[in-house]
Nanobody, 115 residues
Framework: QVQLVESGGGLVQAGGSLRLSCAGSGIIFRFNVVDWYRQAPGQQRELVARITARDTTQYRDSVKGRFTISRDNAKNIVYLQMDSLKPDDTAAYYC?????????WGQGTQVTVSS
């Protein structure tokens, strides 16, 4: 059974930093694509960052140069380091993986950036 558990969200002032963690069980992250999505109230869920099994990374334009996705293979955790946070980054952040036919999502962690 695949489970994804996010942590690390919180309240931070604009310009600050947070590091989100996604811990996986029932899945080996280094063999899969793992994504971070976010969803603000009244908005669609959007892809923020992606890391592939080959360590290729992708980012949405609005976070390039500020967010960094990485993976700790020994701990089976994917991180999202978020620097220079802006109020527009306020959202619930979700970890996602699709190791087979099914999509797997974490429960989400709230990030709130005050101006």
């Amino acid at each position: 059974q695949v489970q994804l558990v996010e942590s690390g969200g919180g309240l931070v002032q604009a310009g600050g930093s947070l590091r989100l963690s996604c811990a996986g069980s029932g899945i080996i992250f280094r063999f899969n694509v793992v994504d971070w999505y976010r969803q603000a109230p009244g908005q669609q869920r959007e892809l923020v960052a992606r890391i592939t099994a080959r360590d290729t990374t992708q980012y949405r334009d609005s976070v390039k140069g500020r967010f960094t996705i990485s993976r700790d293979n020994a701990k089976n955790i994917v991180y999202l380091q978020m620097d220079s946070l802006k109020p527009d980054d306020t959202a619930a952040y979700y970890c996602h993986a699709q190791p087979s036919t099914y999509d797997y999502w974490g429960q989400g962690t709230q990030v709130t950036v005050s101006s």
